[in-house]
């Protein structure tokens, strides 16, 4: 089955600054890739998502890569603000979709003001 | 709209008692799923239901029983509960088919002792 890894576990910004987060996946049929929020209590929710037919998207602050030759993706989070701080799970799933998705183990992002 | 809600929040079990976690989504989504968190390990996918009427086993079914009582409820029971069942559960679910965004309700903080 599909095999997720992210890094790093524990990332610390300061405020302002960048955020990457990296993630490899092993299935070569993987064709959908979010990206989940957690804040502490809550459950996941979807902040950006990439398809495989496409390389990068952009939504205001928040950005991912897709490359699926080396099968690796990564969030990208400019300007970061206190309100970023959370974890942040990357994930993947194969065509059909229904089977559910494969989940990195999570980043926890602190901004530090 | 309330998406997805899941009941009990908090629940503390002695070894070997049973319970059923609840899950309801208000979105006529085809797909459900249960998956547990546990520190450092992400979430982990328990079972899942591609559409109503079928239930299908994910990484770590040992232990646990589902029931897709109708395209808006999936269960899961806990038969005899063991010290390794502490954990975080979320329901979610989704379009599926579509590889479309899954949405994850609060979460049910289960400790077993």
């Known amino acids: 089955g599909e095999n997720v890894e992210q890094h790093p576990s524990t990332l610390s910004v300061q405020e302002g600054d960048s955020a990457v987060i990296k993630c490899t996946y092993s299935?070569?049929?993987?064709?959908?890739f979010p990206w989940y929020k957690q804040e502490l209590g809550k459950g996941p929710q979807l902040i950006i998502d990439?398809?495989?037919?496409?390389g990068e998207k952009k939504d205001q602050r928040i950005a991912v890569t897709l490359n699926k030759t080396a099968k690796h993706f990564s969030l990208h989070i400019t300007e970061t603000q206190p309100e970023d701080s959370a974890v942040y799970f990357c994930?993947?799933?194969?065509?059909?979709?229904?089977?559910?998705?494969?989940f990195g183990k999570g980043t926890h992002l602190i901004i530090q003001p | 709209n309330a998406g997805v809600t899941q009941t009990p929040k908090f629940q503390v079990l002695k070894t070997g008692q049973s319970m059923t976690l609840q899950c309801a989504q208000d979105?006529?989504?085809?797909?459900m799923y249960w998956y547990r968190q546990d520190p450092g390990m992400g979430l982990r996918l328990i079972y899942y239901?591609?559409?109503?009427?079928?239930?299908d086993k994910g990484e770590v079914p040992n232990g646990y029983n589902v029931s897709r009582l109708n395209k808006r409820e999936f269960s899961l029971r806990l038969e005899s509960a063991a010290p390794s069942q502490t954990s975080v559960y979320f329901c979610?679910?989704?379009?599926?088919?579509?590889?479309?965004?899954?949405?994850f309700g609060q979460g049910t903080r289960l400790t077993v002792v």
């Open positions: 299935d070569s049929a993987s064709n959908y």
């Open positions: 990439i398809r495989s037919n496409v």
């Open positions: 994930a993947a799933s194969t065509p059909g979709g229904a089977d559910g998705l494969t």
């Open positions: 979105m006529n989504h085809n797909s």
């Open positions: 979610a679910s989704s379009w599926g088919n579509m590889n479309t965004e899954a949405f």
């Open positions: 239901s591609a559409s109503e009427g079928t239930t």
